[in-house]
């Protein structure tokens, strides 16, 4: 078995990958979501049998409070889970933004590094000194170096993870803006929640879709790429099981996943049976370029559309218009308003796509066989 879950997460990203055996499958997941949906996800793995509750890798893509506050208050900062196992965390802490390395357990002497980092990535690093944080990395950075082939992973039964992204640099450009966000906390006496980076707000109304060419034109509306360094910062991850590949984006730029796609071995035609979008498909994060470098069945969208209104018509519209597969299919991990306009009959014949949605309470799973 191979399936992915994109869990309800509200406006951020919570996803459960399971292989292998499907009485006893292995499991990663990535990011937990708001702090709310990480009490939810704290209650499905306690519904697993104790024998089931190991988790072969955790990665948490960014600091941005929609992929990491599920995870303080689901493991963190919560009590540990009866039996859970972990075999490595993913995370880049503010001692990799330039590179540096973190001791692994069985090697730390205490904590000689100081838990530097905006608010959250700072609680979340307490709790890493003493896990398994980057281990397969050998405690440094999860990055991809330019011009040298990105470093590939495998996990049980060749489970592969290719590293797509960050960059160094996108590492050491988040330095100034995690210090500032520390010095704040501390000013403050408390640590506050990351505030995600500022972005224009999708439309509270469907788009005009009438004629063939509305389609292309609103594809075709310019706007600035994303710039939150935050963001920029986020791990970005191809992983292969059984011949399927599936892009899990988090929020990086577009430009840069390009690069790495090609880094990869693309070549402009990377194969995927599923890509999850960047940023919740967000304008600023989705281009033509990121389009056209993939042949991919299932674009994923993980959001229910609350605080920027995502996803954002005009990604949407790019994706369907540069597409180079026949009928893409637009994979919703919950029904909303925002992405319910494209649930349209009309707009799908006319356009040539189709949608598939999870339920608010599941979310959407996907299998590959």
């Not at 003493?130 to 996990?155: D, I, S």
């Not at 389009?291 to 995502?310: A, M, N, P, Y």
């Not at 018509?313 to 893409?328: M, N």
């Amino acid at each position: 078995m191979f399936e992915i879950t994109m869990l309800p997460a509200r406006q951020g990203d919570a996803l459960w990958i399971r292989w292998g055996d499907e009485h006893d499958p292995h499991q990663m997941m990535i990011d937990m979501g708001t702090e709310e949906v990480g009490n939810l996800i704290r209650e499905e793995i306690e519904a697993l049998p104790k024998a089931r509750r190991t988790i072969d890798l955790l990665v948490v893509s960014h600091v941005d409070g929609d992929h990491i506050g599920g995870v303080l208050t689901c493991l963190a900062e919560a009590d540990p889970v009866p039996g859970l196992k972990i075999k490595d965390v993913w995370f880049n802490g503010f001692q990799h933004l330039s590179g540096g390395m973190v001791a692994q357990p069985e090697d730390n002497d205490g904590g000689s590094l100081e838990p530097l980092g905006p608010a959250q990535g700072e609680r979340l690093s307490t709790w890493l000194r003493k896990q398994r944080w980057n281990k397969a990395l050998k405690g440094g950075p999860v990055q991809r170096f330019p011009g040298e082939t990105p470093k590939v992973v495998k996990l049980h039964d060749d489970f592969k993870i290719t590293i797509l992204g960050p960059t160094p640099t996108r590492l050491e450009e988040f330095i100034p803006t995690w210090a500032e966000e520390v010095e704040a906390a501390l000013e403050k006496g408390q640590l506050t929640e990351v505030s995600p980076g500022l972005e224009p707000l999708g439309s509270k109304k469907p788009p005009v879709l009438e004629e063939k060419e509305d389609l292309e034109i609103l594809a075709e509306t310019g706007n600035a790429p994303d710039d939150s360094k935050a963001n920029g910062s986020s791990i970005a991850l191809l992983i292969e099981y059984k011949g399927h590949q599936v892009l899990l984006a988090g929020d990086a730029f577009s430009d840069d996943l390009v690069e790495g796609i090609n880094a990869a071995g693309g070549n402009g035609r990377l194969k995927l049976a599923a890509f999850k979008l960047p940023h919740h498909c967000s304008r600023n994060n989705v281009f033509k370029p990121l389009v056209e470098s993939v042949d991919c069945d299932h674009w994923l969208i993980s959001t229910d559309g609350t605080q920027f209104r995502h996803p954002d018509a005009v990604a949407l519209a790019r994706v369907i218009t540069y597409s180079r597969i026949r009928k893409p299919i637009l994979s919703f991990n919950v029904p909303s308003e925002f992405n319910g306009w494209w649930n349209n009959d009309n707009w799908k014949n006319l356009y040539d796509y189709d949608t598939q949605y999870g339920s608010k309470e599941d979310g959407l799973t996907l299998q590959f066989s």
